[in-house]
């Protein structure tokens, strides 16, 4: 079945630093969706990926797809106080199985 | 207002108790699922339902029920509670037959199973 590995599980930030979370699966994905959960709330959906190599920005969050549709990333610039909570890959497989990631962990130092 | 409303929010039982936790969205969504979040696991499917009188077991369905008689009512029934079920639970509903599109959370139910 789908394997999905999001690294880092923690990721502590300086406010104004970039970073990026990543998400790997073990076989080829369908699509592939990003949610936020701040402390306390629930997952909420960012962007959804489906075509391969692509890249779409949301103000200071950068998404990419993998070439091979196996990987994405999450790249976030000048990261801000807002930017805490847990960022979730929820990778689709060919046959429409949605899986969640553990998710990443931010913390922002002030 | 658009959502997908859950109670209780807060539930402590004791095992073996029966008890079922409610869900209800107002988009006319078909397909619907429950998850649990757990510390390190991220969120686990239980149950999918893709439409009224249709559903399927997730990853994680031991211990668990559901039923789908509404559109948009998607119970979770926990029939013999027991310790490892203590979580928090999210349903949520996505447009269409499918988990192709955004996903819509409730706010959560935080279950303590003594």
């Known amino acids: 079945g789908q394997q999905v590995m999001q690294i880092p599980q923690y990721q502590h930030v300086q406010e104004g630093e970039d970073f990026t979370t990543y998400c790997n699966s073990s076989t080829t994905l369908s699509n592939i969706q990003w949610y936020k959960q701040r402390p306390g709330g629930h997952p909420v959906f960012l962007i959804q990926?489906?075509?391969?190599?692509e890249v779409k920005k949301q103000k200071r969050l950068t998404f990419q797809f993998g070439e091979a549709k196996k990987n994405s990333s999450l790249h976030i610039t000048a990261t801000q106080t807002t930017d805490v909570g847990t960022y979730f890959c929820?990778?689709?497989?060919?046959?429409?199985?949605?899986?969640f990631g553990a998710g990443t962990q931010v913390v922002v130092t002030p | 207002e658009a959502q997908v409303t859950q109670n209780p929010r807060y539930l402590i039982t004791v095992t073996g108790k029966k008890l079922t936790v409610t869900c209800s969205q107002n988009?006319?969504?078909?397909?619907m699922s429950w998850y649990r979040q757990d510390p390190g696991l991220g969120l686990r499917q239980i149950y999918y339902s893709m439409n009224v009188e249709v559903t399927d077991k997730g990853d994680v369905p031991e211990g668990y029920k559901v039923s789908r008689k509404e559109k948009r009512n998607f119970p979770l029934i926990l029939e013999s509670p027991s310790p490892n079920q203590t979580s928090l639970y999210f349903c949520?509903?996505?447009?269409?037959?499918?988990?192709?599109?955004?996903?819509?959370f409730g706010p959560g139910t935080r279950l303590t199973v003594l």
């Open positions: 949520a509903s996505t447009k269409g037959g499918s988990s192709y599109n955004e996903q819509f």
């Open positions: 988009m006319n969504h078909e397909y």
């Open positions: 929820a990778p689709t497989d060919s046959w429409g199985k949605l899986q």
């Open positions: 990926l489906v075509k391969s190599g």
